[in-house]
């Protein structure tokens, strides 16, 4: 009857979980997937990280086969309701042992393969292995340019030359000092300061602040790989400084748009003259002659030149900011090593699903904005992927599932005042708030172990797009 909350005994492999299922209006394949996902939270190291070790040990914990007592439960999309009563036990085999078919996909059980493949599941497995094997392709050129610029550093330290580092972390105060002599080399700094005198002050102010910006500019682009699009998008240089109080995102966002064009254009002959196209993404220089561009055109005044300037907003804004930050505890937790590979390695993953349901065209003739996404698209990320299955069971499921998104966005903002809140989020904010919702929805008491799992639920859910 209407208000009375339905629960059932799940056993999987000799567990018992008591699962609530409301009214008992959802799916029995949304029942195997909670039953899954208690599961993995209950064993140790019980959840397969997707594409770790080896991609064919996707669908490790898929549930693979439902029954009763004396009776095979066949139909995922049957209701609850329909087939059990409260108290009901029912028994769900995961699936333990894969095997692949001939293009090195995961064969699925036939209750699997009627929930989770589509009407095309054979071209859509053709699919994944191509990708799997492009990823593969692509980390052994990765490792081969690593080698090459491992040996190139050998043979030019033992020439006594300095080792240029392009990207990546800054591990020796040479690296900080030979990195930023690369991309200054690449920039015109008369744009910034007209006075060549004033251009040493200007490199020792970015010398001892240089390793700072390049933390976040990795934390907001990863690290560059061959074939993959790389750099930082408007929004994200926006939110940035929104972050640090330097700027606010959406009433300044005229000028941020005048300042990212002049950085993003820099390096084109004839800078925003050029005939050629601007960049919509800021590489690592073009970010610090944004930094630099923001400082000297934002400045509220009290700093003698364009050098003070810059060195107030570094001293003042930029590296406060991005401290009050880095004390957030579900960021730090991300930042583990391991976590840490995680994102990084899956990122086009991670963005085909942010891309997927970032803001929706704002108005007739008007294009999607695929660098952000508001409230509703986290919601239904989380949603769609699984993320947020037994809060839906709840009462009052949509009011807390938005309630939590929305915490989780703010929280991705590091809790602003009301006046600063903004109103959408950028990709590794996004990733930032799916981390958040995962160690709030799911119940381990380990908090790195919840964000790998929330992070996981969005690269299975990557595969189905």
Known sequence: SAGVIMKVKVNVHDRIFVVPCGEGGQTMKWLAMVAA??????????????????????????????????????NPEARISDIMEDGAVINVNLQQNVELDDVGAPKLSAWAE????????????????????????????????MERRQKEYASRKSQG?????????????????????????????RAIEKSPVQHKALRLVLLEHFRMLNSIF?????????????GMCYDEFAHFLHLCNMCHAR??????????????????????NSSAPIPKLLSRADFVYGIMRAAASLATGGAADTVDAIEDALLEKIQPGWEAYQQDAILQAMSEKSTQAMIQDNRTHLKRVFEQHSRPEDGPGQTANRDVMLLEG??????????????????????????????????????????????????????????????????SKDVQQKIRIGIDYMLEYSLSL
């Not at 020796?172 to 200054?184: F, K, T």
């Not at 005042?417 to 959408?424: A, D, I, K, W």
């Open 37 to 74: 996902q208690r599961y993995a939270l209950a064993v140790p190291n019980g959840r397969s990280r997707a594409r770790e070790e080896s991609h064919s040990k996707r669908g490790f914990f898929l549930p693979e086969m439902l029954w009763t007592e004396g009776q095979l439960l066949t």
């Open 251 to 272: 009433h300044d966002e005229e000028a941020l748009r005048g300042i990212f064009a002049e950085s993003a254009s820099n390096r084109l002959p004839g800078g925003l």
């Open 378 to 443: 986290l919601k239904d990320a989380c949603e769609e992927s699984g993320l947020l299955a037994e809060v839906l069971a709840e009462e009052r499921a949509d009011e807390k599932a938005r309630k939590i998104c929305l915490n989780a966005v703010l929280s991705a903002q590091n809790d602003p005042e009301e006046v600063r809140e903004l109103p959408e989020v950028a990709f590794m904010e996004f990733v930032h708030a799916v981390a958040r919702i995962a160690v709030e929805v799911l119940e």
């Open 114 to 145: 009627h929930a989770f493949s589509h009407s095309n599941a054979s071209k859509m497995r053709v699919e994944i292995a191509k990708r799997r094997q492009a990823a593969a392709d692509r980390e052994v050129e990765r490792q081969a340019i």
């Open 161 to 189: 030359a300095m080792h240029v580092v392009v990207a990546g972390d800054l591990e020796s105060n040479e690296d900080v000092e030979a990195a930023l002599m690369y991309d200054l080399n690449t920039l015109d700094l």
């Open 218 to 230: 990795i934390h907001y682009c990863g690290v560059a790989r061959p074939g993959h699009i790389f």
